[in-house]
């Protein structure tokens, strides 16, 4: 199956993005995947870790039926942005710049920019119903965020809870900042990575671990979170924040809950606190971990890598134990120190013991990661990390 070419975005693909999402693969290779998998437009697609919605754009637009599942509930928005035609975008980015400072007058002369964007959306919405809640969200949080980004951490993927609580601005900011956004939209409508409906998918905010998945399921393509220790959570902290103003979002729990989550202060220092026991790689990787000299193996590092690795192996018995027929899931294998994780392996190990087999797995270097970038790690110099695309099918 020729599917490299396709499987990861390009710098050009990227610039069509409606929103700049930190992980995904491209349209095509999700084309590609449902050529190859002979996916019917009777079947069901699922994605459980959905993230900005290509995989359930690219259904919609072959006349597919799909589900897309995403803990993090401003995924929802972009997912559901990638649903609009063109031409709607297009005409509201037009109303919006004709009537967005007359908008603005309802908007506090001063303060903090997640707040007053929600009360421009407000505004809007009041006096605009024609224009879509989707377009309007993603427009503002996408301001909001460029406002907050001096409210980053020296982790450049991070926002400061602190720093963002501290940060005021005057309206004409707002206005400025909402302006850029929705003129660059709209001079680049056309290219931008849209859909033409035909099929409309289910969008849900949900933790895949719990949420039970319907009967009529029959395939899985996604891309769980890589154990980069990234926090999802505070890398979209402006928009969760602006979002949170329109509903209810616990962020300490969505913390605590996301896949690859940072937080592991709740959890027990033993490998045997965590549920791994689908994988024998995934035991071995916590048991070298437990017996690693550095300071802060047995403690932080332990606790992190046994989390990620029980969530996944929930996540896969969720997928094993229903009525998928098919599943595929693009990994990347990683370093702790030395000690390599081979996830790819470790995933199949999990399909495997849950009554799937692996029909096909292509695997390829990256051309950048931390082995490289970090010539003074604990791997530097050993084998390049693995980013595998595996097809598992029910025996």
Known sequence: MDILATSKLTPHLKRT????????????????????????RTDVVLDPWNGSGTTTTVCAENGIQSIGV?????????????????????????????????????????????KMGAAFTRAALASHSEISQHILHLFVANAVRQIYSRARTRNPTWFSIERISQSLIAKTDLLTALRNEVESTLNKVDILELTSLRTPPRIETANFISWNIPSEVSHVITSPPYLTRLDYVKKTLPELLYLSEFEMIDLGNLRWNMTGSVLTGRLG?????FSVSDSET????????????????????????????????????????????????????SYYKEIYVDLPKIISEMFQTGGFEEQSRVSFAPTNSMVTVNKGSYASGQLL???TVSIFEAA
Not at 79 to 100: D, G, P
Not at 269 to 273: E, Q, V
């Open 70 to 114: 995403d803990i993090n509930p401003f995924m929802r928005v972009v997912a559901n942005f990638k649903l609009l035609q063109s031409s709607i975008v297009a005409q509201a980015c037009r109303t919006l710049l004709e009537c967005m400072s007359s908008l603005m007058d309802t908007v506090p002369e001063s303060g903090p920019p997640h």
């Open 269 to 273: 220092i033993s490998k045997d606190a």
């Open 282 to 333: 995934a035991v071995d990787v916590l048991d070298q971990i437990e017996k690693h000299s550095s300071k802060a193996s047995t403690g932080y590092y332990l606790k992190f890598y046994g989390k990620y690795l029980s969530s996944m192996q929930s996540s896969i018995r969720n997928i094993t134990e229903s009525s998928v027929r098919s599943a595929v899931f693009v990994t990347q294998a």
């Open 17 to 40: 993005q409606v929103y700049p999402y930190y992980a995904g693969f491209s349209a095509s290779f999700v084309k590609t995947l449902l050529e190859y998998l002979g996916v019917e």
């Open 385 to 387: 990390p693995n980013e």
